[in-house]
């Protein structure tokens, strides 16, 4: 299980970093850090990001779900990825 | 009549101390706050030496601060320069250089980012003070509760709002008082804006779309609830706050609505006392706008048209009886007070079914761009068709035709300005910001034209021989030099890019090339 969450931090930090973050001009996100106010996920990248972990996770998220609690941070989103993952 | 901006609030003040005008962030201030501290930061920036005319940079996220920062600077005679709390400090540096901020409002946190540079103070709305030059906003309650003087009349310069350049070099879109005002008494006597009305504010402070929230509110002693910057990331919460703030007036760009009826299921919401809904700044897609349409039944709903050199000079009623035969939505007829009409190349008018350009005249139009004569003047053209010098009118580059009804329709640009979620951004900008970096020899970038966001930004880019780039280090490349909305979302890197048979980088052939990518 533990394993499997790194994974899971892994793949999530990577999309961030790879496609959301150097837009914004971040290359240090460290996985506690504000994802929104420091504008790596803005309007557009939420849904890229969604579509991403729909794809990858085999999961539904839905519109209400989309919330700052759960897309924060990397940990943040991971913790959602876990809890629909059981 | 209000000649000056601040005397809207002024008046408000007299009528109403006691109601909420501004609400942000959990916080809220009433008109007899909101007058009270303006004044006081007037106070403080003449001690400091602002003087009528200087330029004050607002640099921080939304906050009721915000209003109170844009009317003390009025109060003072002084001219502000709202910046985007969000864009690199490069850029933010590039703009408070150019237009030479006498003075700077912003955060602690904000205030490390730039540059150091000198001003006669910074004001500081959160964070602590160090140094002489710098003040905390707590002490504003040192300064005396009665605005200095007024000294400042119509014609001199309220505000200046930059937008992307052509060139990489934002330009300053300078407005006068009295251009704001001819757009706020139209909108008061159009939408009948009352003191029982709550106005939404979903447009960043730089962008003219907020002239419209906070002024309309202030005027009639309504309220304006800033949407901060990370509720429109989440479409759940923005509604949410449009129940909870009981909106009865909302504006935005087309795109943000959209990105509500995707995500917000508004069908699920009380939306009732949405009484009026007006956009601006894109062109609104047909598929959504019925769909909006049917989802507020009761509420007006407004196509408005301006560049921000005239702010809004059409509008149209969407008449719901009519959107299902409709292909295109008009931006309609002048506002009060406002002459449009389209010449061709030539200078001449253009008749009904002909197509031109859109030239704006009246006193909402700007005076021109901040320390670019060149622009303002190329901007500007002497009216042809009337018989006396001296009058000018603006081109907007926007290319129109009028229909049967007396309305005009937007055709397209005569220039590479695109327009993406509502953001003007000139392709030239963007190129400028790749062009910057050492391995690239070619750039060209792509706007894809896209229901949801109006285009989004592809380019395409040949690198030096030898050299290794990759697609992530140049987005964060321009991460540095232009704000995020102009980021190409794709950078396709090539050895080179197909060419013309004149020898010109071929955007026909890229264009094809990006939207069949963009299918696929």
Request: hydrophobic share 40%; glycine share 8%; net charge negative.
């Amino acid at each position: 299980m533990l394993s499997m969450d790194r994974d899971a931090r892994a793949a999530i930090r990577e999309f961030v970093m790879d496609r959301l973050a150097p837009t914004t001009g971040r290359l240090d996100i460290a996985d506690e850090d504000d994802l929104i106010d420091t504008g790596v996920i803005d309007s557009l990248g939420i849904f890229q990001l969604v579509a991403f972990l729909e794809e990858r996770f085999g999961i539904t998220i839905g519109d209400e779900e989309i919330t700052p609690e759960n897309f924060g941070s990397v940990l943040a989103i991971e913790r959602l990825v876990a809890s629909r993952s059981r | 009549m209000a000649y000056l901006l601040q005397q809207l609030l002024i008046d408000s003040a007299h009528r109403y101390p006691d109601k909420v005008a501004v609400r942000a962030r959990g916080r809220s201030l009433t008109y007899g706050e909101l007058d009270l501290r303006s004044s006081q930061l007037a106070r403080l920036l003449r001690e400091r030496g602002v003087r009528r005319g200087d330029r004050v940079g607002l640099f921080f996220p939304k906050a009721v601060e915000s209003v109170v920062a844009m009317l003390g600077v009025l109060k003072a005679g002084a001219v502000y320069v709202p910046l985007d709390p969000h864009a690199p400090a490069r850029r933010v540096a590039s703009i408070a250089d150019d237009c030479g901020v006498r003075a700077l409002i912003t955060t602690a946190e904000r205030l490390r980012t730039l540059p150091p540079r000198s001003t006669a103070c910074t004001v500081l709305v959160s964070g602590a003070a160090q140094g002489a030059e710098q003040v905390p906003w707590s002490a504003l309650e040192t300064f005396p509760a009665s605005a200095p003087p007024e000294s400042a009349i119509e014609s001199d310069l309220a505000y200046i709002l930059y937008t992307s350049g052509s060139t990489g070099r934002p330009k300053g879109v300078m407005l006068t008082h009295r251009n704001a005002l001819t757009f706020v008494d139209w909108c008061a006597a159009t939408f009948r804006i009352g003191p029982d009305d709550r106005l939404s504010n979903h447009a960043p402070l730089h962008f003219d779309l907020s002239v419209f929230d906070v002024y309309n509110a202030l005027g009639a002693g309504a309220t304006v609830s800033l949407i901060h910057e990370e509720i429109t990331v989440f479409p759940q919460r923005l509604a949410a706050l449009i129940e909870e703030h009981d909106i009865t007036v909302w504006y935005s760009v087309p795109s943000a609505l959209v990105y509500l009826l995707l995500h917000a299921d508004l069908a699920a919401r009380d939306l009732d006392r949405l009484r009026l809904v007006l956009f601006a700044g894109e062109v609104f897609p047909m598929k959504y706008l019925k769909t909006l349409a049917d989802l507020l039944p009761r509420a007006e709903l407004y196509n408005l048209y301006g560049p921000t050199e005239t702010n809004v000079c059409t509008y149209h009623r969407v008449d719901r009886w009519k959107l299902a035969g409709q292909e295109r939505l008009p931006i309609g007829r002048a506002c009060a007070n406002t002459d449009v009409f389209a010449l061709d190349d030539e200078g001449r008018r253009v008749g009904p079914g002909g197509t031109g350009e859109l030239v704006v005249r009246g006193p909402s139009v700007t005076p021109g761009y901040w320390g670019d004569p060149e622009k303002s003047r190329r901007a500007r053209l002497d009216n042809p068709l009337a018989p006396y010098p001296g009058e000018p009118l603006y081109r907007t580059g926007d290319l129109v035709t009028l229909d049967e009804h007396g309305e005009y329709l937007f055709l397209g640009r005569r220039d590479n300005q695109v327009k993406s979620r509502g953001y003007r951004i000139e392709l030239g900008d963007i190129e400028a910001a790749l062009y910057a970096h050492p391995a690239v020899v070619e750039a060209a970038v792509i706007a894809v034209p896209d229901d949801d966001v109006g285009s989004r930004l592809r380019a395409f880019v040949a690198v030096r021989a030898g050299e290794t780039l990759t697609a992530g280090v140049l987005q964060t490349h321009c991460a540095g030099l232009i704000p995020r909305y102009m980021v190409p979302e794709r950078i396709e890197l090539r050895a080179e890019l197909p060419k013309t048979s004149t020898g010109k980088t071929d955007r026909t052939r890229l264009t094809a090339e990006a939207r069949v990518a963009e299918a696929a």
